[in-house]
């Protein structure tokens, strides 16, 4: 357990409204990351932050934005919701280096876009 | 870009058997690869970390082995038993893109009945 949270667990909601999901971590780490899962796709990176202000974009990015105001907090926020956000949301931190390295998992966000 | 692949989609067995479900990647420039459980529903929880200079990792009756050359990795369970029915993911870290980012492969879908 590294001390992850996710808030909200489940949400639905309706298209073309704003959503903001929020990864709380009590570890300290530098790195978060967030994915979604569907099915057929597996789990792919949406963004991920190496500090605080400090965020890039993943491979699926497109219709999302993040912030990193503490170090504690990454929101991942869906700034029009639509039908193709659906998925399950997993906020991830990083620890160690290198081969040494480790990451570990929320307990995820299952959004519904109606 | 790296692509991660599990074969098979799907195993069904009855308890007590051995199974190896199979992982392959196709870039051999990783730091390490994690074998992840995901149960219906739930987050993802780390079984085993193979760091990039190991063969193979043991935990309980589990056993990782890495064949980075050849971009394959297995993980074997002995014994099964119904409470091993989940999904279970494989995830490398590249160490040519995003620091700590996984790739992850679509897992492979495990029931074992009594």
């Known amino acids: 357990d590294a001390g992850i949270t996710q808030s909200p667990r489940h949400k639905v909601t309706e298209t073309g409204t704003p959503v903001t999901l929020r990864c709380h971590q009590t570890?300290?780490?530098?790195?978060m990351y967030w994915y979604r899962q569907d099915p057929g796709h597996g789990l792919r990176l949406i963004h991920y932050s190496y500090g605080v202000k400090d965020t890039d974009k993943g491979e699926v990015s497109d219709g999302y934005s993040v912030s990193r105001s503490k170090t504690e907090d990454f929101l991942l926020t869906l700034e029009s919701a639509t039908s193709s956000q659906t998925s399950v949301y997993f906020c991830?931190?990083?620890?160690?280096?290198?081969?040494?390295?480790?990451?570990?998992f929320g307990p995820g966000t299952r959004l519904t876009v109606l | 870009k790296q692509e991660v692949t599990q074969i098979p989609a799907a195993l069904s067995v009855p308890e007590g058997e051995n199974l190896v479900l199979n992982c392959s990647f196709t870039?051999?420039?990783?730091?390490?690869l994690q074998w992840f459980r995901q149960d219906p529903g739930k987050g993802l929880t780390s079984l085993l970390l193979i760091q990039s200079s190991q063969r193979e990792q043991t935990s309980g009756r589990l056993n990782a082995s890495l064949d980075k050359s050849s971009g394959r990795s297995t993980l074997y369970i002995a014994a099964s038993q119904p409470g091993d029915s989940a999904t279970y993911l494989c995830?490398?870290?590249?160490?040519?893109?995003?620091?700590?980012?996984?790739?992850f492969g679509r897992g492979t879908q495990l029931t074992v009945w009594p």
């Open positions: 995830a490398v870290s590249d160490r040519g893109s995003t620091l700590g980012r996984l790739y």
């Open positions: 570890e300290n780490h530098r790195y």
């Open positions: 991830a931190i990083y620890r160690g280096a290198g081969e040494f390295s480790e990451q570990f």
């Open positions: 870039d051999s420039a990783i730091y390490n």
